[in-house]
């Protein structure tokens, strides 16, 4: 779907091409993929390397153009993953610029494209903007980690009374997207530090301050993203010892039930036998070896007690 702006504010809407306007752009088709090409005069290798969900973060310059591609995280509950980065592409002109994402994002939502949602006047700073869409990615990436903690604890409070190895792997699952979200935004520093130092970009005072902004909360999220993997990995360790204890406490009290059922069986398997007991006769025979079983089925519960086998 393409949508055209007059500016970056993304709230007025454009038929044809302006001076400044901006062009966003999420999961285009074949035929959207062609006007990128033939109307805007986007690159078909930056088309391609953009909708690459693979495709590295980089920071491109061109006679008549540049190019940032960053990592945004996105929400992925449909795979087996509840999260994952794609990348996001910021093709900037002299008289426009094009943003490109291949899945729906939380950077740049369909609903509220802009990252100016208090804004009141129109913005035609793309390096403003481009700065912004750093920040924002930041956060976003911030708020799925603090969501991966969560689902974290929800699985810590299950894993404690478990023997099972699903809560593991849901574990794993969320050390892999810790994984994606270090990599990304250790990818998005390196880009942010190239932009800064271009010779292209001329910063005012003000995206001086953002562009300070913008490394601050990337590295929050880095350090953030290396503290919860680093916590993860030292569950999964004590997880897994949790587990393999968990079910060793079930194959003994198993075991003990078999050994006390085994005192009964043994007597009745001794008194059963073909041989002369001197109990064939007996009217109290069955009582006696009824209550004989329970008698040393108890003494046997009892033992296991006083020596802490059921504890």
Known sequence: MIQMYRSFLGTEKIQELESGCWIHCVQPDSEEVNILQEEYNVPQDVIQDILDNDERPRYEVDDDWSMIILRIPVETPQSSMLYSTYPLGVFMCDDYTV????????????????????????????????????????????????????????????????????????????????VFFQTSLKSNELVLAKFKNSKKSTFSEMNEDLIEDAFIETKQAIEMAQIYSNIQSGMMDTFASVISNNLNRVMKQMTLASIILMIPTL??????????????????AMPVVVVS??????????????????S
């Not at 793309?126 to 708020?143: C, K």
């Not at 799925?144 to 574990?171: A, D, F, G």
């Not at 007597?267 to 109290?284: H, K």
């Not at 079983?293 to 059921?310: C, M, P, Q």
């Open 99 to 178: 943003t490109i994402c291949n899945v729906p994002n939380n950077v740049l939502p369909v609903a509220q494209p802009s990252v100016y949602r208090n804004a009141s006047q129109p913005v035609y700073d793309v390096l403003n903007f481009t700065l912004n869409l750093f920040i924002r990615s930041a956060n976003s990436f911030m708020y799925y980690l603090r969501q991966i903690y969560q689902h974290t604890s929800l699985i810590e409070k299950e894993i404690e009374r478990s023997i099972r190895n699903k809560e593991l792997s849901r574990l794993l699952k969320l050390e892999k997207c810790l």
């Open 293 to 310: 079983s329970i008698a040393f089925a108890l003494i046997g519960i009892w033992i296991s007690r006083k020596v802490g086998w059921l």
């Open 267 to 284: 007597i009745a398997s001794f008194l059963g036998m073909n041989v002369p007991n001197y109990m064939e006769d007996n009217m109290y």
